[in-house]
């Protein structure tokens, strides 16, 4: 086998991987370190199982959050976001994030700072995995949430500050909008160029997985000039960039009786709060959903929970030079160190990532065995609860179940 190799990016913007490629890992706060050791023990075998030995990742440990202020650095070191930048793909376990206090989030941060600006979450149903739906095999959707603007983008100051004042003497001295007095004011922010690149980036995934649609999610109908004009941007690169392989919504009722031609994409869009029925009524209707970035936030844990929830959700932050997959959850401190939690989500997230590099042989493995483990009612606490005569286990132990089904 060869030496351990960093992944490069090609002039055609793709990956190019060797048998033994490096990528980082960030372990994470409170559970991360348990549900990483089961993620990593079950992505070794994976890779070791479906290419024979020939090939294998070489991981390389990065202090982020809790075990980087341990050591007396920041929590967010420019070393770790350079590391990332330099091997092209990594993966990490939730990172704390304080509540009306510190640092807004060292997960936004990671995502604003390295430019990965689709939030890329996969919700589809597997089968034996209880869910709050009669029908829950319906559900197979892709989210690509916009991650880098929107209320995200955390420009906001507090009730009472000087800054909130002055600009809400400017608003209403200067743009004549009337403000409670003391409020807290944020700003949300929407661009075309971002827009354009990630509805762009979603459809492009819908064309290389033949899948029949994209839906623009917004609301639209109140806010016009942020998310209105999200929905107007993804008409529009959807009409500039693929208007030989899409076709929207209304020309296949005026044009096509209403039923879409094969080769062709369709491209909808929906306003937020319909498109919550939507999903739980006729989930069967939605493949890929483009959505700024808090409607997404929203949608994807609410799909997440009609299929086991957060902890069976995978998750990637994608961007044009690099990627980080991630948990979807959060970490849990009071779980830390119990071996407990289901390590599901890094699992399926590291599924994800195998992917993203063309180990696609060795992700389905994974896939396969994660279900099968389950039809087998071994489990973790948080689905022994809702499975009748489940065997519950630990986080370690599951991993270990899991490993056993590639055989």
Not at 208 to 218: A, G, I, N
């Amino acid at each position: 086998m060869q030496l351990p190799a960093k992944m490069t990016m090609g002039s055609d913007g793709r990956l190019r991987v060797p048998d033994r490629p490096i990528i980082p890992f960030i372990e994470g706060d409170g559970i991360g370190p348990d549900i990483w050791r089961a993620a990593v023990l079950v992505l070794d075998a994976a890779v070791a199982k479906a290419f024979g030995g020939k090939r294998a990742i070489s991981w390389l440990p990065l202090a982020v959050g809790e075990a980087a202020a341990a050591a007396g650095g920041e929590v967010l070191p420019e070393s770790a976001l350079e590391a990332i930048r330099e091997h092209r793909v990594a993966i990490k376990g939730p990172l704390t994030t304080p509540v009306g206090k510190g640092m807004r989030s060292i997960n936004v941060a990671i995502r604003q700072r390295l430019d990965l600006y689709a939030c890329v979450r996969p919700v589809r149903y597997m089968p034996s995995v209880p869910s709050p739906m009669k029908h829950p095999e319906g559900i197979d959707m892709v989210v690509f949430r916009e991650n880098t603007e929107d209320l995200y983008a955390g420009i906001e100051w507090p009730a009472g500050s000087a800054e909130a004042g002055k600009l809400e003497t400017f608003l209403r001295e200067q743009m004549g909008v009337s403000l409670p007095s003391g409020a807290g004011i944020g700003i949300k922010p929407i661009s075309r160029d971002n827009t354009r690149r990630l509805v762009a980036r979603a459809i492009a995934y819908a064309l290389d997985h033949r899948l029949p649609s994209v839906t623009l999610m917004h609301k639209g109908n109140i806010m016009k000039f942020t998310e209105g004009a999200f929905r107007t941007w993804g008409y529009e690169v959807a009409a500039e960039k693929f208007a030989d392989r899409t076709i929207t919504e209304a020309e296949v009722t005026r044009s096509h009786g209403g039923r879409a031609p094969e080769d062709k994409v369709v491209i909808k869009d929906r306003i937020a709060d319909m498109l919550f029925q939507q999903v739980l009524l006729r989930p069967e209707d939605y493949h890929v959903i483009a959505t700024p970035n808090l409607n997404g936030d929203y949608l994807s844990d609410a799909l997440a929970a009609q299929v086991g929830g957060l902890g069976m959700a995978p998750g990637a932050n994608i961007g044009d030079t690099c990627a980080v997959f991630e948990a979807t959850h959060g970490s849990a401190p009071k779980y830390a160190g119990l071996d407990k939690v289901n390590p599901g989500s890094l699992i399926l997230s590291g599924a994800m990532m195998l992917d993203h590099i063309g180990w696609q042989e060795a992700a389905e493995l994974v896939r396969r065995a994660l279900q099968a483990t389950i039809v087998q009612k071994t489990v973790t606490y948080d689905l022994a609860r809702q499975i009748p005569g489940a065997r519950e286990v630990s986080c370690s132990v599951f991993a270990r179940a899991v490993v056993a089904n590639m055989e």
